[in-house]
């Protein structure tokens, strides 16, 4: 089993800061351990916007302690890097031509209300916790999302 936790950044990184970041998470994974036991840790910067860390737990399982120890590292990032990586209040999507746009949530309402946000724009869903589910089910239409709990067209 595989596990994930997705942390969608306030902005877009820039080339810089995404190889400094990634750099930084990948020396983390490779120490990373739950109990003194090595976890087989992933880390990965996908379009400039997302880290996602990923843990098979058919390895070794993580611990509360071992996720803090990443929440921790993650926070240090934010400082280093002046970028938000536990902001809920932006959300992330493609528009028409496919490409990867972030707004604010009053924005996001506003283009759903314009229409431009229709039933078929794909949202991320960074909610997802099983591996299994990244990525298939990360990128998904709006329709099948909570967005569309959360904003309804």
Known sequence: MKKVWIYQANRFFTEA???KALSVLQQFVAGWT???DQLAGKAHIYHHLFIVLEVDESVASTTGCS???SVHLL???EQELNIGLF???MVAYRDAAGVVQLV???EFAQLVKAGEIASNTIVFNNLLASGEEFPDQWEVP??????AKAFVI
């Not at 709006?142 to 967005?147: D, G, L």
């Open 34 to 36: 739950a109990h003194g």
């Open 75 to 77: 926070k240090k990032l």
């Open 87 to 89: 902001d809920r209040l």
């Open 142 to 147: 709006f329709q099948q999302s909570w967005h």
């Open 67 to 69: 996720v803090d120890k």
């Open 17 to 19: 800061e995404e190889a």
């Open 104 to 106: 604010s949530r009053n």
